[in-house]
């Protein structure tokens, strides 16, 4: 049984004019998988499908296990009257019925998931006041807690220091260590090197697979385009950043 | 000390503070969501939509609450038809259904049903001149506030602060965010009697937007906001009977004036 | 001419110079504006009232400090704009209301207008307005255009956006203090809202403005000859007038049947809310 299986899976916003189509993979617990795209090529589209905010136009796709969202931009309303800790409470939501309070469980749960990302110390604060990489590291403790199978991360690593990249690597790592599948956007080619699979996309399916396999000259360029920088000695292939706070759609 | 005791003698003054001390409750408890969640203008719109309905009350027969929650219902699916269907803007769409309330309701009351001197108590507020009525509705409401925010803070939390987050997290934000504007719309016809169409936002909006200075978690500024409503419903109803003013208005003053220190002093939180 | 004469002369200038800037006020968005501006001046009207001055230099004064106020509020990042906007609006009113006890004036005339009461002052600012909003906004309308459609090359037209705006808010205010005196603070939000809505069929930018102005100066018309043939109060019968063209022309253009298509995108009645697109 996969953690996630899409087969002809195609989304968009406008009716009749699907942004993403022919998508098709299957990932199995414990892998990552890359997701490369140039902007506007899908992965954003992909993600809300998957989280069943968006209903897809063609195709099916499924999910073993309750899924959670590390978004790219920080949408949530930076002003509220809440900590990290509350943020990453928010997790153990979806399993505690109304007429109750949160379990003294999910409270050390919520601790401990920010204890892995290195944020206990900050765990009283408010979460408008965390740094960018703290705020993403908040909401990946979130995702912890909800003790999700599948994570859909958009782009962890968009705008975070050094320091919490580092962090941020080493919990993805322990995370598939777990058994759960994680789907990780990303414009860094030679990251995705490590992961289990790569997913490449430009507004349909370029190719899914091992690494080795994928993430060749032909089928970057595919899903690149004009954006591909390739550097022949050595071996790499780079694209260029796009700091596009609009995203897509 | 006559200044506070003279006036808890009278009955009509009685009955006002325990209007008042009820009706803080979901000024506090659900205000804070109203602030939260950005509900200000539409609570506020909210509250003129419903003279009309207050308007025709006595002539048809009907309780007033009733009467006002009708007017408050024809005001939401308006606006919904006029945003989705029509597609005009959301506050060009409220502002056209706030004057068509307003111009219609004091039509009404003038010229067809010659109401016309009542009309400033059902825009100001009559809170010396209260019936059981408003009493037993401001104490059920009062526990709904309760109720509610007890049941659904926490899915209003979530819905509020991250929404492309909250599907994803088990919360169901379509259901329980229709759950709030109808809990608004409901403390919306609770305050009527107290501070009249024209002034909701004096308990909904006010006193919890000025605890939003202070507080620095939902809790806190819910318990703010509640002993907020309190004291200046408290402190407007003693101007009015000193001074002989109208008491809607003059928490509301009063109301505006602590958000304005509120607001200059504190701290950034 | 008789009172009604009067009436109706006043409703037709107001309208005339009204609709245009509703047209513009739309594209502007600032629909919220006019609401709150038009509504926190309650207080300025209550003391010229109480004092026996002139109401249009009440509305003037009040009109000036609510735009304060309400800019300070707006300001406030802490509770959003739009709440702090709320909170100054109902403070105003409540205070406008505290005012209004001694006034001359009764309290609903200042809410809801005196169309039969127009003074000859209020007819020439009237005629004024009616002259002077027209000039402004054709002298401005490349500005205008530019901010409005494409902001972002405006600066390379050498159009300051901040200053259009700007100078856009400052007829709104005009406006909002001459109508004031015959529809009152509650109800003259319709003169700068139901034209430019009603106008949206209209098409080309300048066939909107025309048919804004006709728009207003007709609904002012049929408001005032209605509310002497039904009895009804002048200034409100306007009102409902010019909301019931927004709302035919409206439903003429989505062109009867056809429900719009679901959005793609689940959103909560609250999110939906909150889209001032």
């Known amino acids: 049984m996969s953690a996630v299986r899409a087969e002809h899976l195609a989304a968009g916003y406008r009716p009749g004019e699907p942004v993403l189509r022919d998508v098709e993979f299957a990932a199995e617990p414990g892998q990552t998988v890359a997701v490369l795209a140039p902007n506007g090529g899908g992965k954003t589209t992909l993600f809300r499908t998957l989280l069943g905010e968006l209903t897809p136009m063609a195709g099916d796709f499924a999910v073993d296990g309750t899924v959670a969202s590390v978004p790219q931009h920080d949408h949530a309303r930076l002003d509220f009257p809440v900590t990290a800790l509350d943020v990453a409470l928010m997790g153990a939501y979806g399993r505690t019925p109304w007429w109750r309070r949160i379990a003294r469980a999910d409270r050390d749960a919520a601790r401990d998931a920010l204890d892995r990302g290195g944020l206990a110390a900050e765990a009283g604060r408010r979460y408008g006041a965390l740094s960018g990489g703290q705020r993403r590291r908040a909401t990946i403790a979130r995702a912890i807690v909800q003790d999700a199978r599948v994570l859909l991360l958009d782009e962890p690593f968009a705008g975070v220091d050094r320091a919490s990249e580092e962090r941020i690597l080493a919990v993805l790592d322990e995370l598939a260590s777990e058994g759960r599948t994680l789907l990780v956007a990303t414009h860094d080619v030679e990251q995705s090197r490590r992961w289990s699979r790569v997913l490449c996309l430009n507004r349909r399916q370029i190719a899914f697979g091992a690494p080795e396999e994928t993430l060749t000259a032909p089928t970057l360029a595919q899903t690149y385009g004009d954006e591909l920088v390739v550097l022949r000695e050595p071996r790499m292939g780079l694209t260029i950043q796009h700091h596009d706070d609009r995203g897509e759609a | 000390m006559a200044w506070l005791t003279d006036p808890l003698g009278a009955e009509f003054m009685q009955r006002a503070l325990l209007e008042v001390a009820l009706l803080a409750v979901p000024a506090g408890l659900l205000g804070t969501w109203v602030v939260l969640r950005r509900l200000a203008f539409f609570t506020h719109a909210a509250g003129s939509a419903t003279f009309p309905g207050l308007v025709v009350a006595g002539p048809w027969g009907i309780p007033a609450q009733v009467a006002a929650f009708g007017a408050g219902l024809l005001y939401a699916g308006g606006l919904s038809a006029l945003v989705r269907r029509a597609r005009i803007a959301p506050d060009a769409a409220t502002g056209l259904l706030l004057v068509a309330a307003l111009a219609g309701g004091t039509i009404l009351a003038s010229d067809v049903y010659e109401a016309g001197a009542g009309v400033d108590r059902l825009l100001f507020g009559t809170l010396l001149g209260l019936d059981d009525a408003d009493l037993a509705v401001s104490g059920a409401v009062a526990a709904l506030a309760l109720a509610a925010s007890a049941a659904l803070g926490r899915a209003w939390l979530a819905a509020g602060f991250d929404p492309a987050a909250a599907r994803p997290l088990g919360v169901r934000a379509g259901a329980t965010d229709s759950a709030l504007l109808l809990a608004v719309a409901v403390a919306v016809v609770a305050v009527l009697p107290a501070v009249g169409a024209l002034l909701v936002g004096t308990l909904l909006v006010v006193p919890a937007a000025t605890a939003r200075l202070l507080g620095r978690s939902v809790r806190e500024v819910q318990l703010v906001a509640v002993l907020l409503a309190l004291a200046e419903g408290v402190g407007g109803l003693l101007l009015a009977y000193h001074l002989d003013l109208p008491p809607g208005p003059a928490v509301a003053v009063l109301a505006g004036g602590a958000f304005a220190v509120a607001a200059a002093t504190a701290v950034r939180r | ?277």
């Not at chain 3, 909301?243 to 999110?271: K, N």
């Open chain 3, 1 to 277: 001419m008789t009172l009604r004469d009067r009436a109706l002369l006043e409703a037709v200038l107001l309208g005339a110079a009204c609709g245009p800037l509703s047209v513009w006020l739309l594209a502007f968005r600032h629909a919220f504006a006019a609401e709150s501006l038009s509504h926190a001046m309650l207080p300025g009207l209550a003391v010229a009232a109480a004092a026996g001055a002139p109401l249009l230099l009440g509305g003037a004064g009040g009109v000036l400090a609510a735009a304060l106020l309400v800019a300070l509020a707006a300001r406030d990042r802490r509770i959003g704009g739009d709440t702090a906007i709320a909170v100054t609006v109902t403070a105003l009113f409540g205070l406008g209301a505290l005012l209004a006890i001694d006034a001359r004036t009764p309290l609903a005339d200042l809410l809801f207008g005196d169309l039969l009461g127009v003074t000859d002052a209020d007819l020439i600012a009237a005629a004024v307005l009616a002259v002077a909003i027209p000039l402004a906004l054709a002298a401005g309308h490349r500005a205008l255009t530019a901010v409005a459609f494409s902001p972002a090359a405006a600066p390379a037209l050498g159009i300051a956006p901040a200053r259009t705006e700007a100078a856009l808010l400052v007829l709104l205010a005009a406006a909002i203090v001459v109508a004031v005196q015959g529809l009152g603070n509650l109800l003259v939000l319709a003169l700068l809202v139901a034209p430019g809505v009603a106008a949206r069929a209209g098409g080309a930018l300048r066939a909107r403005l025309l048919i804004a102005a006709a728009v207003g100066a007709g609904s002012g018309a049929l408001g005032v000859v209605a509310s002497d043939r039904l009895g009804t109060a002048a200034g409100a019968s306007v009102a409902l007038v010019l909301v019931a063209a927004a709302l035919i022309a409206s439903g003429a253009r989505t062109g009867g049947g056809g429900t719009p298509a679901a959005p793609a995108v689940r959103r909560s009645p609250i999110e939906a809310l909150a889209d001032r697109a």
